[in-house]
């Protein structure tokens, strides 16, 4: 995948709010986040991501259904059995919308703490020049 | 904030299973990712946070509630408003959680790529080796 397709999806994901709507919501269940943490080791089968999890494969099934609606796992069958793979695309989308907001924040308490640090500086000179009172007089 | 402070809060968001929940059942609304914006470019009342959008004080109080629940905002009594802002170590916390996964898959699908190439050009430089059928002979 060419950068300029990986940026055209990016935006495409980022520009469509039920997207991220839905995106979030699937990370928001444990399950579904413990699914993409094995996903994360690599492909697996539907019944490979609900061993560890207790729960029935009909669950299952309905926990990966909403992971591929919300563009974080691919599906594909293979043979009988429908292998899963992470979309790091729509991990990304994610992260990004995240990235945004914080270094924004981040920018504004760094200007903040400059413009507080350069204030005590400013203090402190002013009163090493400063005249004492008993010059005043 | 030092980083060693930073990270400290970060492990700690990181390893509560029920903080990821609510940040990203927090994240998986349109509103409250809208009034998280506005606090991107700074510090705002519940009231100014509701006013773009079309709902209720009372609904804007309760989304403002969940997203202080989920560590992603803060607020702070001033006088007679509430002030709200980002906390950007909870947005860092979930970047986190999705850059770990992407970086995995990412590593990998690098790795395929390469072995895939390398397989390429040996069979290629293979092929000017062999010996042709009519050599063989």
Known sequence: M????DRGILKHVLNDVADLDRVFHALADPGRRQMLERLGRGPASV?????PLSM???AVVQHVQILEASGLVRTQKVG?????SLEPVTLRSAE?????????V???????GEYLAETADRAASDDDHAPTQKENR
Chains 1, 2 share one sequence.
């Open 80 to 84: 009988r059995t429908r292998a899963c």
């Open 96 to 104: 990004h919308w995240l990235s945004e907001r914080r270094t924004l």
């Open 47 to 51: 019944s490979e991501l609900g061993r």
């Open 106 to 112: 981040e920018r504004r308490l760094d200007k903040l």
């Open 2 to 5: 060419t950068i300029d397709a």
């Open 56 to 58: 029935s494969l009909a």
